[in-house]
């Protein structure tokens, strides 16, 4: 009997302006042993010049240039549709895998065929746990399950075992190629960012798969240094934008959740009550129409400012109130003080005044008591 031949794994590096960070990447990548056959992909995503070449000098198997940004959701399907491997793994280019990273995804999803997606277990720069996982709550927010834990706390706690999530994030994801296709892929109505790979496993989820974190592969992920440097507010706006589309897909499993976000058991109920719907299909055009895109970002700007500006109100409104309250109580403080003043002063006069008649009290008794005085009286009293 002969053994399974190994399987195929491709591992796609979204590239777009790191470049020290994307050669160790690539590097970490390929220093990966197992029972796999390796392929590695780098997908440089409209960056300058200086990422091009060193995605050269890393030498992948497959270098795919894209001139303009198609966002993460297109350049990750960019090195998708590119590749015929049984695996795909998405990786981030600010991410560095560990030794036996690779082997333990595949190794998790060979497990059992109904596994669609793995997770990796992500740490910080100071070793502290960034996701074992992560768990969508109420409204669409989502949580890192184990966010923040030492290694040694989480272990502890039962979190660092195999077990299923909501979903897992894309900067170190493996995917079983054929079930990502037959739901269709990544939509692109997130694109340029943010939720698609959240959206993409809620519907492998929907589709009777599963999705689990395994943290036996482990990659350390400087969260944000590939978008470093670009807009906070444009990316705020990416942000409420994709999740705005995400609730409106899945509102029948977010009003189901928790609210707290805990690292408590239980899965989002996709397949009860999602609804099987298909991603928006893609064509020969740029993923992103910016055109479009900046008008709804200046809309958005737009409203947030308004809003700012009626908190500005607010704020100033309640400043001026606090600011009377203030001078009626200095007020109020000053009658007070000046009340105190005269109560004390009468209190003294009250007190001199006791002691005034008790001295006239004294010297009439003493008067009265002189034995002339007693004399005079007692004569007087005879002559009458």
Known sequence: MTSAPPRSVSVVILAWRLVEELERCVRAVRSQEGDFLLEVVVVVNGAPEAVQEAARRSAPDRLLVSETNLGYGGGCTLGIDAVDTDYVVLLNDDAVPEAGWLQALVGAAEADETIAAVSSLLLNDDGTIQEAGCRVVAHGATHP????????????????????????????????????????????????????DVDLQFRLHLAGHRVVVEPSAVAV????????????????????????????????????????????????????????????????????????????????????????????????????????????????????????????????????????????????????????????????????
């Open 145 to 196: 399950i184990a966010g923040g834990l030492t290694v040694e706390a989480a272990r502890e706690a039962g979190l660092l075992v195999t077990h299923d999530v909501d979903y897992g994030s894309g900067a170190a994801l493996l995917l079983r190629r054929s079930a990502v296709a037959a739901v269709g892929g990544f939509d692109k109505r997130y694109e340029p960012a943010y939720y698609e």
């Open 221 to 384: 992920h400087s969260s944000g240094l590939s978008t470093a440097g670009s807009s906070t507010y444009y990316r705020d706006f990416l942000s409420s934008r994709a999740l705005e589309l995400f609730q409106e897909r899945w509102a029948e499993v977010l009003e189901r959740l928790p609210e707290a976000s805990a690292d408590a058991p239980g899965l989002a109920p996709v397949a009860e009550f999602g609804v099987a719907e298909r991603p928006a299909s893609r064509n020969d055009e740029p993923s992103v129409v910016f055109t479009g895109l900046e008008a709804e970002f200046e809309r958005w700007a737009f409203e947030r400012l308004a809003f700012a500006d009626d908190r500005q109100r607010h704020t100033q409104d309640t400043l001026d109130l606090a600011a009377r309250r203030q001078a009626l109580a200095e007020v109020t403080q000053a009658e007070l003080l000046r009340l105190r003043d005269e109560l004390a002063h009468l209190r003294a006069q009250h007190r001199e005044l006791g002691e005034t008649a008790n001295a006239l009290r004294r010297r009439v008794d003493q008067f009265e008591s002189n034995p002339v005085r007693r004399a005079a009286r007692k004569a007087l009293g005879r002559s009458n």
